[in-house]
C-alpha cells in the first residue's frame, strides 16, 4: 500500500481549464489570428501562470479544431481550409434546420411561450444603427439569435454539438459578417426563420434555416473569391 503519495486537489486541474478556456476565448474573439504560433512564454507571463500549466492546457485544445500541433514546431491557430468550411456549414445547417423546426413545433405546441418576443427583440437589436455600423456588435447579436434558437429547441445534445462547430467557425465567420451587405441579407433571411417559428410551422422553419446556412457560406465563399488574401 502506498503511503507517501500526497494528495492532490483540483487547483492545477481547474487552472488547466480556466487557462485553455482563455486562450479558446483568444482564439474565438480574433485575438489570436488563424496560422498564429502560441507563444507560451507570452501567454503564462500574460496570465500569471507557469508555462507547464499553458503547456498543459494547448495540448487539451488539440482536438478542438482550434489549434494545430505540429512536431518540433509548436502549436498554431488552425487555419481552415475551403473544404473544411464548406464541410462545417454543411454539418452546422443539418443541425440549426432541425433545431428551427423542434422549435417552430414546440411553440405551436405552447412549449416556448418567450422565445417569438426574444427573437424579435433580437432582431429589433440587429436593425439598430449600431449594430449595421458596427460588425462585430452585429456579430455578437447573430450568435445570440442562434443560440435563442437552438434552446428553444429543446435538445440538449444537438446544443453541445452545435457550439463546437460554432466555435471552430469563429475563425472565418465574422469574416463573412463584416459586410454591410451581408448583414443586411443576413436580416432578412433571419426574419423568415422568425415568421415561420412563430406560425409553429416546422417543415417552413427547416426550409428558411436551410437556406440562411447555404446564404451565409454563398457569401463567405463569395468574399473569398473576391479576396483571396482575406
Known sequence: MMTGARSIGPRRATLAVEVRGEIERMIVDGELSAGEKLNELSLSTAMGVSRGTVREAIRSLADSGLIDLIANRGAFVHETTLDEVRNLYELR????AMACAAAARRVGEGAEPRLIADLRHNLDQMRAPKAKAEPAHYYALNIEFHDLLLQGAANPKAKVIYDNLVKEMHLFRRKGLSIASNIARSIEEHEVIVRAVAAGDAEA???????????????????IEADPAA
Open 93 to 96: 445547417g443539418a443541425i440549426f
Open 205 to 223: 422553419a427547416r426550409h428558411a434555416a436551410q437556406e440562411h446556412i447555404v446564404g451565409g457560406l454563398s457569401r463567405y465563399t463569395s468574399m
